[in-house]
């Protein structure tokens, strides 16, 4: 099992966007049975789960974000995606992706998500 990989954080201006990628390369056992999720951390607060989805594509979202972020998954490159349109400056954290329900050996480093002016 390889950890998966986060990229495409940054720091963004209220209202911009940023896309998200998740590459889960060598790890397509999880990646194809599971249905896969967006988490996110920020500091001194709990993680949170921002969206999943199915592996049919079928989509879910916390409240604080429905309408402004879209899950998408590509299930021939084993890689899941975050578009994140509207940012605000509380979604500023950590994000990371994982299966639901969480496997606690297959969290990556994560990456981060400033939104600042």
């Known amino acids: 099992q390889v950890q998966p990989v986060e990229s495409g954080g940054g720091l963004v201006q209220p209202g911009g966007s940023l896309r998200l990628s998740c590459i889960c390369a060598?790890?397509?056992?999880?990646?194809?049975?599971?249905?896969m999720c967006w988490y996110r951390q920020a500091p001194g607060k709990q993680r949170e789960l921002v969206a999943r989805i199915t592996k049919g594509g079928s989509t879910d979202y916390a409240t604080s974000v429905r309408g402004r972020f879209t899950i998408s998954r590509d299930n021939t490159e084993n890689t899941v995606y975050l578009q994140m349109n509207s940012l605000k400056p509380e979604d500023t954290a950590v994000y990371y992706c994982?299966?639901?329900?969480?496997?606690?050996?297959?969290w990556g480093q994560g990456t981060q998500v400033t939104v600042s002016s």
């Open positions: 994982n299966a639901d329900p969480v496997i606690n050996s297959f």
């Open positions: 060598g790890s397509s056992s999880i990646f194809i049975f599971n249905v």
